[in-house]
């Protein structure tokens, strides 16, 4: 089983920027494929960015935060990275990360989960 703790939402205004982190525990990370969902209030959850490690890195994107938001990981610090440029009211959530053995960008291809760290933007 491997454990999840996001840190680094808060309040930023429109146009600014947040650097979420997803610290991790538990299991080898290097074998991790860690992906960020978010979930808008009144919506359900949906997936935001993931980076693959058994594809030498590889990373996906939604297309709202395409060319907005960037994934990264240290294997260093365990620890998985999601820098928001740009932000708008629409980004408005809570975000999580989410880790998986597996292939696949649905929230069932992943069985670990933080616990959430919510982002706001005001206009």
Same mark, same amino acid.
């Given at each position: %089983? #491997?454990?999840?703790?996001?840190?680094?939402?808060?309040?930023?205004?429109?146009?600014?920027?947040?650097? =979420?982190?997803?610290? *991790?525990?538990?299991?080898?990370?290097?074998?991790?494929? !860690?992906?960020?969902?978010?979930?808008?209030?009144?919506?359900?959850?949906?997936?935001?960015?993931?980076?693959?490690?058994?594809?030498?890195?590889?990373?996906?994107?939604?297309?709202? #935060?395409?060319?907005?938001?960037?994934?990264?990981? &240290?294997?260093?610090?365990?620890? !998985?990275? =999601?820098?928001?440029?740009?932000?708008?009211?629409? &980004?408005?959530?809570?975000?999580?990360?989410?880790?998986?053995? *597996?292939?696949?960008?649905?929230?069932? &291809?992943?069985?670990?989960?933080?616990?959430?760290? %919510?982002? *706001?933007?005001?206009?």
């Amino acid at each position: %089983q #491997v454990q999840l703790t996001e840190s680094g939402g808060g309040v930023v205004q429109a146009g600014g920027s947040l650097n =979420l982190s997803c610290a *991790t525990s538990g299991r080898t990370f290097n074998n991790l494929n !860690v992906a960020w969902f978010r979930q808008a209030p009144g919506k359900e959850r949906e997936f935001v960015a993931a980076i693959w490690w058994w594809r030498g890195d590889n990373t996906y994107y939604s297309d709202p #935060v395409k060319g907005r938001f960037t994934v990264s990981r &240290d294997d260093a610090k365990n620890t !998985v990275y =999601l820098q928001m440029n740009g932000l708008n009211a629409e &980004d408005t959530a809570v975000y999580y990360c989410a880790a998986s053995f *597996t292939t696949g960008l649905q929230e069932t &291809d992943f069985e670990s989960w933080g616990q959430g760290t %919510q982002v *706001t933007v005001s206009s």
